[in-house]
């Protein structure tokens, strides 16, 4: 199972950007398909996740209302759609998939990851 992360890059604080996560060698629809971030420093944190057929979603607190996951099951890809970004979500944004039916937020809950996209935000 490979998980490609795409579309981070630097945006000045308050601005959008719209991660992809483009995967392979697996059924992507038997999978949750989750996105965490990490700051340096800091220890992995849960984003956003989807369920297998894009139905049911759960969030951040820190994020609702300002991010979107979504999926397209035919192109075997999840986004990660971020408005209002602030300068402390400056971080290595990460796709995981996850073969369980509960939408989790735990990143030891997922068995694939990606590589990671960095997204860096300047005050």
């Known amino acids: 199972v490979q998980l490609v992360e795409s579309g981070g890059g630097v945006v000045q604080a308050g601005g959008s950007l719209r991660l992809s996560c483009a995967t392979s060698?697996?059924?992507?629809?038997?999978?949750?398909m989750g996105w965490f971030r990490q700051a340096p420093g800091k220890d992995r944190e849960f984003v956003a996740v989807?369920?297998?057929?894009?139905?049911?979603?759960l969030y951040a607190d820190s994020v609702k209302g300002r991010f979107t996951i979504s999926r397209d099951n035919a192109k075997n890809t999840v986004h990660l759609q971020m408005y209002s970004l602030k300068h402390e979500e400056k971080a290595a944004y990460f796709c995981?998939?996850?073969?369980?039916?509960?939408?989790?937020?735990?990143?030891?809950?997922?068995?694939?990851w990606g590589q990671g996209t960095q997204v860096t935000v300047s005050s």
């Open positions: 995981a998939a996850d073969d369980y039916l509960v939408l989790h937020t735990t990143d030891t809950e997922y068995q694939y």
């Open positions: 060698g697996h059924t992507f629809n038997w999978y949750a």
């Open positions: 989807i369920s297998r057929s894009g139905d049911n979603t």
